[in-house]
């Protein structure tokens, strides 16, 4: 079980937001914190830190008047630690190869391969064909409706018919090289772990088939310990509003020494 860390951006600013408060229309979110720094900034701390695998996300969708900026904060932040760090948010096959010659590790992907409630398995090909599978992550962030994790997709906004659970991981294994996956329901509210979701991906990645990293309401050292738990010990984590990086009161200092690597 290891630390991830994450630069959220958005409207230009390194941010943590509640999840699936992101509007496209309005470009607005319910935040938690708003950084004086800069992407860049926090991807070289995490360089000098030793901290490999991180996300940048960027939260702005191509069509906002805050794209270009939120872009550039995540072009710059990749180049500060490259092959240090994990990009999504609008990931296309076309736009794929300019993120990865920027520094990415791996580029993620969720709404480009859902359409209508559905996986694209054309698509899917068409990105494995483009930059290879080993550099694929695939974001199955979900919400829980009618007792059913189901993937949701563009901001966290639609539903999908995708229930994440072992037989979707398998069929997508793949295709990618790893798995994000946001507990949307406790995103950005500090307020506990979505066990429930955790064992399921826990189950699946005990048998060793490749990382799994788990976003969402992880708060204090007690969450970890659940999180280690229902996870069998093998889900990676990431931290945002609870970090003090990021105004919070979770120790960034005390998880690089005891997940950091």
């Known amino acids: 079980m290891k630390f991830r860390p994450c630069i959220d951006i958005h409207n ?34 995490y360089r000098k830190d030793g901290l490999y695998g991180g996300h940048v996300i960027l939260l702005n969708p191509p069509s906002s008047i ?7 904060q995540a072009l ?13 948010g609008g990931i296309t096959a ?8 920027a520094g990415a590790s791996h580029v993620i992907v969720t709404s480009w391969v859902f359409r209508e409630g559905k996986i694209l398995w054309g698509r899917l090909e068409e990105l494995k064909a483009v930059v290879g599978k080993g550099r694929i992550v695939l974001d199955v ?3 829980k409706k009618d007792g059913k994790y189901l993937v949701v997709t ?5 539903f999908t018919e995708t229930e994440v659970n072992g037989e979707l991981l398998q069929s997508l294994s793949g295709y990618c090289d790893e798995f994000l996956v946001h507990g949307v329901d406790v995103e950005g509210k500090a307020s506990g772990v979505d066990e429930e979701l955790v064992r399921i991906l826990g189950m699946w990645a005990e048998k060793g088939k490749m990382p799994v990293t788990y ?9 970890l310990q659940i999180l280690m738990g229902a996870g ?10 609870a970090l003090d990086l990021f105004g919070g009161s979770l120790s960034y200092k005390n998880l690089v020494e005891k997940y950091g690597r």
């Open 94 to 101: 076309e736009n794929a190869e300019e993120y990865l010659d």
């Open 12 to 45: 230009g600013a390194v941010k943590q937001i509640v999840g699936g408060t992101l509007s496209d229309q309005r470009g607005e979110a319910s935040t938690n914190y708003i950084s004086e720094k800069d992407a860049a900034w926090y991807a070289g701390k």
């Open 76 to 88: 710059e932040a990749l180049r500060e630690f490259p092959g240090g760090l994990q990009v999504g």
């Open 141 to 143: 962030s979900c919400r």
């Open 154 to 158: 563009d901001r966290w906004q639609k």
């Open 215 to 223: 976003a969402g309401g992880i708060s204090s050292e007690e969450d």
């Open 232 to 241: 069998r010990n093998k889900i990676d984590f990431t931290v945002g509003s």
């Open 66 to 72: 805050s794209y270009a900026e939120t872009k550039r």
